[in-house]
């Protein structure tokens, strides 16, 4: 079994000037167009049985629509595969009632996003969320570490994730980009060994431009970005598996933005047994959905 923990897709009205507007701010290009059509393919080809998407509200007033758009997603999950988390902006005051619907509709999880929400992941209002998730068994899925459309925008690095580890204890928190995109040493240094996941998205792919499909972002073409560097060593991500645990990493691709087949293939040449890698492909993220 394969679940990808960690996707993306769009409304087909927005797809295309929404794919358009993220890759030029990141100056990435999208694999695939990014419709909930083009995922079920995707996944077809590369043999993939499930797909977490994630969504992110990233103005309160959205909320609604993308939750409703959650809950008749998973309608479909028998034929499609896609199991849909919800979305929550920290501006939401009505997060009690907003996740207490997620629930009762049996979403899962909720995605949280706090570069693209402009704030800080310890920050009060992310801590109430979490709680209350919690409370009601809700997987919480936030973006970690940097964010590479907005360099240098330090909203959700392990300084600001540890303090909510150690004052609320989440036993459901996954942290997207193998613990924070593009700060593996704090990383290894203070986020492996948690008792949090890890998903695997956006972190050992290589970063090609739209400009070319065969070139790789350089450190110039990166310069304003914190730190050198843009991807995960394999030998660095193998400190983190082995510090952190295997039973705590999930395969994620972030699709559209990376292959999946692609994201499978490198995962493969990471060293893990068989053992290992059928943990990261499939069974711990179906432990964690309790499929």
């Known amino acids: 079994m394969i679940i990808d923990f960690h996707t993306h897709t769009f409304p087909e009205k927005i797809v295309q000037s929404t794919i358009a507007k993220l ?7 999208n694999y695939i167009a990014g419709t909930l059509a083009d995922l079920c393919s995707s996944m077809q080809n590369h043999g993939i049985d499930y797909s977490v998407l994630l969504p992110v509200v990233t103005n309160p007033a959205h909320e609604k629509k993308i939750n409703r758009l959650t809950i008749e997603t998973n309608e479909h999950f028998s034929e499609s595969g896609i199991i849909s988390f919800g979305g929550i902006h920290p501006d939401n005051e009505d997060y009690k009632n907003i996740l207490k619907d997620l629930s009762k509709n049996g979403i899962k999880g909720i995605k949280l996003h706090p570069v693209f929400q402009k704030t800080y992941f310890n920050d009060i209002r992310y801590k109430k969320i979490i709680d209350y998730a919690m409370e009601l068994d809700l997987i919480v899925v936030t973006h970690a570490g940097y964010d590479i459309s907005y360099p240098g925008a330090d909203f959700v690095t392990p300084s600001h994730i540890l303090p909510i580890i150690k004052e609320l204890h989440p036993k459901k928190l996954v942290l997207a980009h193998m613990g924070g995109w593009n700060c593996w040493d704090e990383v290894l240094d203070q986020i492996a060994g948690c008792d949090v996941y890890l998903d695997t998205s956006f972190s050992m792919t290589p970063l090609r431009s739209p400009k070319s499909k065969a070139a790789t972002l350089s450190k110039s073409d990166s310069a304003d970005i914190k730190t050198s560097r843009l991807q995960l060593g394999i030998g660095e991500f193998q400190k983190i598996v082995k510090k952190h645990g295997i039973d705590r990493i999930l395969f994620g691709s972030d699709s ?31 432990q964690l959905l309790n499929l």
Not at 23 to 29: L, M, R, T
Not at 263 to 279: A, F, P, Y
């Open 23 to 29: 890759s030029a701010s990141a100056d990435i290009k």
């Open 256 to 286: 559209p933005w990376a292959d999946q087949g692609e994201c499978i293939r490198i995962l493969k040449n990471t060293g893990l047994s068989d053992l290992e890698l059928s943990k990261i492909l499939g069974e711990n993220a179906g």
